[in-house]
């Protein structure tokens, strides 16, 4: 008897190694590298999106943080950063503890693609233009009207900006969410 609840126990343990092993191997890599983008470009963008303390600001992509870490820290605006990639989590978290953010900002471990965002007032991207194309029509669907869109670098294909700026080289955007 002993011996058999003992592989009973082995056969559990070994079956939630495999399926942790077969989660790790079917968690989506990241579509984009990390390229952190300059603190001058940031705080334009921010600024270009009207960020206030009312706004709550996304980072999709959120690499190292420094979007809503900026965006707690100069607008007094809360944040939610989401990323793919664990090590990037890791730190923004550290860059949150260093600067003293963390009551004002969070960061999620997870695909973009798959977050609830309903609650941004304000969503900041760095992705590729096809990635902002697949992301597009989640954003009509789960933000809400005159919600603000800023990315840096690369556009929405046919849907046309509200503003565009040149800063340091690059371009940036502003997009709105339309009426129902």
Same mark, same amino acid.
């Given at each position: 008897? *002993?011996? $058999? &609840? !003992?592989? =009973?126990?082995?056969?559990? +343990?070994?079956? /939630? ?14 579509? +984009?590298? !990390?390229?952190?983008?300059? !603190?001058?470009? +940031?705080? &334009?963008?921010?600024?270009? /999106? ?5 706004? +709550? ?15 707690? &820290? *100069?607008?007094? /605006?809360?944040?939610?950063? @989401?990323?793919?990639?664990? *090590? ?14 963390? *009551? ?7 695909? %973009? !693609?798959? /977050?609830? @965002? ?8 760095? %992705? %590729?233009? $096809? %990635?902002?194309?697949?992301? $597009? ?13 800023? =990315? ?16 340091? =080289? ?5 997009? $709105?969410?339309?009426?129902?």
């Amino acid at each position: 008897m *002993q011996r $058999r &609840q !003992f592989l =009973s126990t082995a056969g559990l +343990v070994g079956t /939630a190694g495999l399926l942790g092993t077969v989660r790790a191997l079917a968690q989506r890599t990241p579509d +984009v590298i !990390f390229v952190p983008t300059d !603190f001058q470009i +940031v705080t &334009q963008m921010l600024k270009l /999106a009207e960020v206030t303390s009312k706004d +709550v600001v996304y980072d999709l992509g959120c690499g190292d943080g420094r979007f809503v870490v900026t965006a707690a &820290q *100069q607008f007094g /605006a809360r944040g939610v950063g @989401i990323d793919i990639d664990p *090590q990037r989590i890791k730190e923004a978290r550290e860059l949150a503890k260093r600067t003293g953010s963390e *009551q004002r900002v969070r960061f999620i471990e997870g695909d %973009l !693609f798959e /977050a609830d @965002i309903s609650e941004a007032t304000v969503v900041t991207l760095f %992705l %590729l233009t $096809r %990635l902002n194309l697949k992301l $597009r029509p989640k954003l009509m669907k789960e933000l809400k009207p005159g919600t603000r869109i800023v =990315s840096h670098a690369f556009d929405m294909g046919d849907w046309k900006p509200e503003k565009t700026e040149y800063v340091v =080289s690059t371009t940036i955007y502003l997009w $709105r969410i339309p009426p129902a």
